[in-house]
T-cell receptor, first 112, second 115 residues
Framework: GENVEQHPSTLSVQEGDSAVIKCTYS??????FPWYKQELGKRPQLIID?????GEKKDQRIAVTLNKTAKHFSLHITETQPEDSAVYFCAASPSNTGKLIFGQGTTLQVKP | NAGVMQNPRHLVRRRGQEARLRCSPMKGHSHVYWYRQLPEEGLKFMVYLQKENIIDESGMPKERFSAEFPKEGPSILRIQQVVRGDSAAYFCASAQGVSAGNTIYFGEGSWLTVV
């Protein structure tokens, strides 16, 4: 079955710096790759997603890149702010199942 | 359009009791997923259901756990004879379809504490 590895597990940056989180997946049939932000005690919130026919997608300070050949995708957050502090999860969805296989999560701390 | 509704939000059960968690998907969504999140861990897929059918239960523990999504009413995740290790957040998600063009929406979660 699908397996998703996420790195790093923790990331600390200064406010205004960029943050990059990387994920690799094992199932080449996966075709949907969302990223979720989760604050303590809250549900996962979708922040950006990318589908397998696209290599890069950007939404204001957030961007995601996908390399299908290498089976990895990355989240880039620019000009980080303290409110970006949270746990971020990547996920991959095996083709036409709808279910999500999550990475282990990255705890991002943005220091003022 | 209300989002994915889960209840109860918090549930306390003694060891050996039963826990029932309910999930109403977003309007128009017929695909329901349950995920479990142990403390300080990621989300693990448990089960995928459509109306009256279990499509994929590969993530469900073999014993004590069951799920249903009846023709009428919410999806139910049932945990019998709970143990302390069942303490976790249980998230339900729904989608309109399963193709890559369909976004998956999560509910607020049900936090189960077994004492």
């Amino acid at each position: 079955g699908e397996n998703v590895e996420q790195h790093p597990s923790t990331l600390s940056v200064q406010e205004g710096d960029s943050a990059v989180i990387k994920c690799t997946y094992s199932d080449s049939a996966s075709n949907y790759f969302p990223w979720y932000k989760q604050e303590l005690g809250k549900r996962p919130q979708l922040i950006i997603d990318i589908r397998s026919n696209v290599g890069e997608k950007k939404d204001q300070r957030i961007a995601v890149t996908l390399n299908k050949t290498a089976k990895h995708f990355s989240l880039h957050i620019t000009e980080t702010q303290p409110e970006d502090s949270a746990v971020y999860f990547c996920a991959a969805s095996p083709s036409n199942t709808g279910k999500l296989i999550f990475g282990q999560g990255t705890t991002l701390q943005v220091k003022p | 359009n209300a989002g994915v509704m889960q209840n109860p939000r918090h549930l306390v059960r003694r060891r050996g009791q039963e826990a029932r968690l309910r999930c109403s998907p977003m309007k128009g969504h017929s695909h329901v997923y349950w995920y479990r999140q142990l403390p300080e861990e990621g989300l693990k897929f448990m089960v995928y259901l459509q109306k009256e059918n279990i499509i994929d239960e590969s993530g469900m523990p073999k014993e004590r756990f069951s799920a249903e999504f009846p023709k009428e009413g919410p999806s139910i995740l049932r945990i019998q004879q709970v143990v302390r290790g069942d303490s976790a957040a249980y998230f339900c998600a729904s989608a309109q379809g399963v193709s890559a063009g369909n976004t998956i929406y999560f509910g607020e979660g049900s936090w189960l504490t077994v004492v």
